[in-house]
């Protein structure tokens, strides 16, 4: 059984009797997998309060808040393990991470300090307020070079399988692809589950991610981590920013996104002289991915769905795939992904 608000209340002050009181207060996120509360930490002797985040994940998810049972069955079976790799993680990582008070893996439970507390704003938060400026874009692409290299050399676990989330992820792409197209599929089906594979984080929400006034970066939520073609990384957070794009949150369009590749590269070169971007396989990733989200509406913010969720731009995004996995000219370079995804919007 989940536990409620009340059970994950009483829970964690028998878990933190030694730390001092916890009250919780509201839901910050309600999740699908995972119910993440703000709380107030009354210091045990002291008596000052703190602000605090209490994060529970479910043992059981429910059927309707996922796409199907055979999901739940192959990706979310075992949900509470990946908060535990997620603080595995983020143990290991060199860049920022939520501050942990204390980790209770038994119980699928991280009590940690609010980050909003050091001025740190999420990432979506930023966006949906057009507080965001171009310098953000390096501390992106430095984020996910550095990301990428932790995860490479220090992380060698996963909680679920790299089939199934391939399944989960490109599920879209097979059912619209037919005939002579299923090369594409098939073509990114082996990319994605390439022998020469890493531990790579698949799941860069602008919710996973926070930036401060400095613009610090800092992430978290990394439990989904699994081993797969480390070249989605980048791919993955460049079609989340294109929604914010098409949506009119970031302007400058196509310029933000060079920057955060540009940034990516001048980092990640550091750590391997020789990495060039595989841009075919940036550009399949990037329209596979960009389908996928387009039929799940849910998981994004409604500032954005209402706006990208419309007919008009629904069927762009339908054509712009169907342009790019053209048979006798498909897109190959990300300058070309790029133009055409503007032209498809004007
Ligand atoms: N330490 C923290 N301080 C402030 N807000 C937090 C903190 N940790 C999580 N949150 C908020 O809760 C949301 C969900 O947390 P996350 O760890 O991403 O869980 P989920 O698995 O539900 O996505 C985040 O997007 C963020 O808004
Ligand atoms: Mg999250």
């Given at each position: 059984m989940n536990l409620s608000k009340e059970q994950i209340e009483k829970k964690v002050n028998k878990l933190m009797s030694e730390y001092g009181e916890i009250i919780i207060k509201e839901i910050l996120a309600w999740g699908v997998v995972s119910d993440v509360y703000s709380a107030m930490l009354i210091d045990k002797t002291t008596k000052k309060q703190t602000n605090i985040v209490v994060k529970y994940t479910k043992l059981n998810i429910e059927k309707s808040k996922i796409f199907s049972k055979k999901d739940i069955e192959e990706s979310f079976f075992n949900a509470q393990a990946t908060q535990n790799l997620d603080i595995l993680i983020q143990n290991i990582l060199s860049s920022n991470t939520p501050k942990i008070i204390k980790h209770f893996p038994e119980s699928s439970i991280t009590v940690m300090y609010n980050f909003t507390d050091e001025k740190f704003k999420l990432l979506q938060t930023r966006l949906l307020e057009k507080d965001i400026s171009i310098n953000s874009a390096k501390k992106l692409g430095e984020t996910l070079a550095i990301l990428r290299k932790d995860l490479q050399q220090n992380v060698n676990i996963q909680i679920e399988s790299s089939q199934s989330q391939f399944n989960e992820r490109f599920l879209e792409l097979k059912v619209l692809l037919y005939n002579w197209r299923m090369d594409f599929y098939n073509q990114i089906e082996e990319d994605f589950l390439q022998e020469n594979k890493y531990i790579t984080w698949t799941d860069w929400d602008p919710k996973n991610f926070a930036i401060d006034n400095e613009w610090e970066s800092m992430v978290f939520d990394?439990?989904?981590?699994?081993?797969?073609?480390?070249?989605f990384m980048l791919a993955n957070l460049l079609w989340h920013l294109w929604l914010f794009v098409i949506a009119g949150y970031l302007e400058n369009n196509s310029i933000f996104l060079e920057k955060v590749i540009e940034w990516f590269l001048e980092k990640y070169k550091e750590f391997d002289k020789l990495y060039e971007i595989d841009e075919k396989k940036f550009v399949n990733y990037f329209t596979a991915s960009l389908l996928h989200r387009w039929m799940a509406m849910r998981w994004i913010d409604p500032r954005i769905a209402n706006i990208i969720w419309e007919d008009s731009l629904k069927y762009a995004c339908i054509h712009f795939w169907d342009m790019v996995f053209d048979k006798n000219n498909s897109i190959t370079t990300i300058k070309k992904l790029f133009l055409l995804l503007q032209e498809i919007q004007d």
């Amino acid at each position: 059984m989940n536990l409620s608000k009340e059970q994950i209340e009483k829970k964690v002050n028998k878990l933190m009797s030694e730390y001092g009181e916890i009250i919780i207060k509201e839901i910050l996120a309600w999740g699908v997998v995972s119910d993440v509360y703000s709380a107030m930490l009354i210091d045990k002797t002291t008596k000052k309060q703190t602000n605090i985040v209490v994060k529970y994940t479910k043992l059981n998810i429910e059927k309707s808040k996922i796409f199907s049972k055979k999901d739940i069955e192959e990706s979310f079976f075992n949900a509470q393990a990946t908060q535990n790799l997620d603080i595995l993680i983020q143990n290991i990582l060199s860049s920022n991470t939520p501050k942990i008070i204390k980790h209770f893996p038994e119980s699928s439970i991280t009590v940690m300090y609010n980050f909003t507390d050091e001025k740190f704003k999420l990432l979506q938060t930023r966006l949906l307020e057009k507080d965001i400026s171009i310098n953000s874009a390096k501390k992106l692409g430095e984020t996910l070079a550095i990301l990428r290299k932790d995860l490479q050399q220090n992380v060698n676990i996963q909680i679920e399988s790299s089939q199934s989330q391939f399944n989960e992820r490109f599920l879209e792409l097979k059912v619209l692809l037919y005939n002579w197209r299923m090369d594409f599929y098939n073509q990114i089906e082996e990319d994605f589950l390439q022998e020469n594979k890493y531990i790579t984080w698949t799941d860069w929400d602008p919710k996973n991610f926070a930036i401060d006034n400095e613009w610090e970066s800092m992430v978290f939520d990394l439990g989904r981590a699994i081993k797969c073609d480390p070249d989605f990384m980048l791919a993955n957070l460049l079609w989340h920013l294109w929604l914010f794009v098409i949506a009119g949150y970031l302007e400058n369009n196509s310029i933000f996104l060079e920057k955060v590749i540009e940034w990516f590269l001048e980092k990640y070169k550091e750590f391997d002289k020789l990495y060039e971007i595989d841009e075919k396989k940036f550009v399949n990733y990037f329209t596979a991915s960009l389908l996928h989200r387009w039929m799940a509406m849910r998981w994004i913010d409604p500032r954005i769905a209402n706006i990208i969720w419309e007919d008009s731009l629904k069927y762009a995004c339908i054509h712009f795939w169907d342009m790019v996995f053209d048979k006798n000219n498909s897109i190959t370079t990300i300058k070309k992904l790029f133009l055409l995804l503007q032209e498809i919007q004007d």
